[in-house]
């Protein structure tokens, strides 16, 4: 069942890189499969989260290749998400924003940065 419903979300149609029809997998493989298709249950949850600004930037572009992408932001839009990187997007306080303030103050001298 959660395969069928991830390759409805992904394939809209069914064709792509699963096979379709009554195909039966373990666990293990379906775990396998996800993680092949998509960047954040593979890689490490916390760039996902991240603090430093290339790190939110790399999130953020890996969160470009992944087919999910729509159903993701769309998800983190109706629940407000707080924080993080969803859908190939910044949220802070449950708002997209163009990019991510990094921590502390902003300095007053913007040219010493």
Do not use: H
Not at 83 to 103: M, S
């Amino acid at each position: 069942m959660r395969l069928t419903t991830l390759l409805d979300t992904v394939n809209q149609g069914g064709s792509g890189p699963w096979p379709t029809g009554s195909t039966a997998t373990t666990d293990a493989q379906f775990d396998q499969m996800v993680a092949e298709l998509i960047p954040c249950r593979s890689g490490d949850p916390e760039l996902w989260f991240a603090e430093r600004q290339a790190d939110v930037e790399r999130a953020k572009a890996l969160c470009r290749e992944c087919p999910l992408i729509e159903g993701c932001l769309a998800g983190a839009v109706e629940r407000a998400e707080p924080w993080g990187v969803w859908g190939g997007q910044v949220f802070v306080g449950g708002v997209v924003v163009p990019t991510k303030r990094g921590r502390g103050r902003p300095r007053k001298d913007a040219t010493a940065a």
